[in-house]
């Protein structure tokens, strides 16, 4: 006999029953929240990456995560330094609601309100164990720098091997509710005592024993030096060059001596050394990752848990003969972002068509994939909709990334940097034309509407996030990039 739609409800009592409990079965299964995993490295570049195509390290860690998950390629800090970058991964706002925009200003007042609207702290209040491991380098962190303020309870102080343990010993334990892990590692940013232990050689200074950076230097022994620099060392990049028409007062932010000293006198060998060190440092970590996400695997959390990692901020290991951060371009602000885990249904894909701010983007997404409401004041998006391959046609078509005395804006096609002081002080790169960036076009006639464009959109970002582009980095009238 054929069944009708209101022959349903004639079905006999035990059909009823059944269909009940799969349907709870089915509402528990789907309920539960997901645990949480952040993984952070300092000072890594986007490209720092084996499976982004860099063939002079090997990350087979990371490698194995971005095999599970969706990897985003125009991911960019909010501030290419530790501390502002850091305020904005754990709070979801740009670092300049608070005056943030370089390292010593972590002295800094948080609003008391915004306390309890930091990752940690939001989580903790929607029943997550909050556990935080490693480099923390923020504002307000009470007691003695630790993690408690922003909502944490401390699992290790330790940035290295001793954080990688911790964190796989955590992960072992029985949890009793879903838990939100940060595992925030010191490397490869060791790699800055390179340029720094140069400068304080020559100058008769004390250099700082940095263990990581003794090993990351140590050669090949099988190889001669001439076959060392002819067959593995990496070669320097294409845009080694400084920039053409390069606004002075990019290499007036965050110009310490070392950095002045190691542009006048490192040789070739000496730049393609700190760019043979930095992929040694970065494979060191990618070892210590590789040991939390071996943990996730023996105790089959990686089915339960959405696991994000992300740097702080790049570094220019070369690039514009420049190392460190801090700078517009693009190996200090694009960074590396990959999300893995339950709701990741693109897998192994790498994502080009978006550009995601992770200091803005971070929060929003871990919400998105636990359930909860993110603070009502935040601007980001969640990368939920794009881990799991869906169609997002309203997504943004430009980003921020503030730093010392500049505002960087990253648009599809250009990057427009403007600085608050200083001759030349816009910087407009074509990045489909120059990806490298080694000219200047802001004063380039054929540019000024590119240019003007850029201003407006500059300020239409602030007013979308309910603020205003300080006088100081508006340029309105044309020709006045030459002030």
Known sequence: MKQTSAGWLWRPWFEWVIAVALWVACDAAASPRPNLL??????????????????????????????RGV??????????????????????????????????????????AL????????????GYETVYGGKVHLPGAAPKGGPESYGFRRLTADEREGLAAACAAFLRQPHDRPFLL????????????????????????????????????????????????????PPLPANFGIPAGEPPAVRRSDWRPFRGYVQTHWTDEQWRLHRWAYARLTERVDAQIATVLDALRDTKHEQDTV??????????????????????YEEAINVPLILSGPGVTARGRVDRAHLVSTGLDLMPTLCDFAGIAPPAALRG???RPLAAGASVTDWRTNLVVENERSRVLRSQRYKYAVYDSGPRRELLVDLKTDP??????????????????ERILLRAWYEAQGGTLPNRYVVAAPGASSQ
């Not at 306390?115 to 929607?126: E, P, Y």
């Not at 595992?183 to 340029?195: E, G, M, R, T």
């Not at 290991?317 to 517009?328: T, V």
């Not at 960036?437 to 509407?449: C, F, G, I, K, T």
């Open 38 to 67: 952040v993984i952070l490295t300092d000072q890594q570049r986007a490209d720092m990456l084996s499976c982004a195509g860099n063939r002079y390290l090997h990350t087979p860690g990371l490698d194995r995560l971005a095999a």
């Open 71 to 112: 990897r985003f390629a125009h991911a960019y800090c909010a501030n290419p330094v530790c501390v502002p970058s850091r305020f904005a991964l754990m709070t979801g706002r740009m670092p300049s609601c608070i005056g943030l925009e370089y390292n010593d200003q972590i002295t800094n007042a948080v609003p008391p």
């Open 115 to 126: 306390w309890a609207q930091t990752l940690g702290a939001v989580f903790r209040q929607a």
């Open 182 to 233: 940060v595992a925030s590692f010191i490397n490869p940013h060791d790699i800055c005592y390179l340029a720094i232990n140069a400068y304080a050689a020559a100058h008769g200074e004390k250099e700082f024993t940095v263990p990581a950076l003794a090993t990351a230097l140590v050669l090949p022994p099988e190889l001669s030096s001439a076959e060392f620099f002819r067959t593995v060392c």
């Open 307 to 328: 696991v994000l990692f992300t740097s702080d901020h790049g570094d220019m290991d070369a690039s514009h003969h420049l190392e460190h951060k801090s700078m517009p």
């Open 381 to 383: 998006r969640s990368l």
């Open 436 to 453: 490298g960036e080694m000219r200047n076009l802001a004063s380039d006639p054929a540019h000024q509407a590119a240019l003007a464009s």
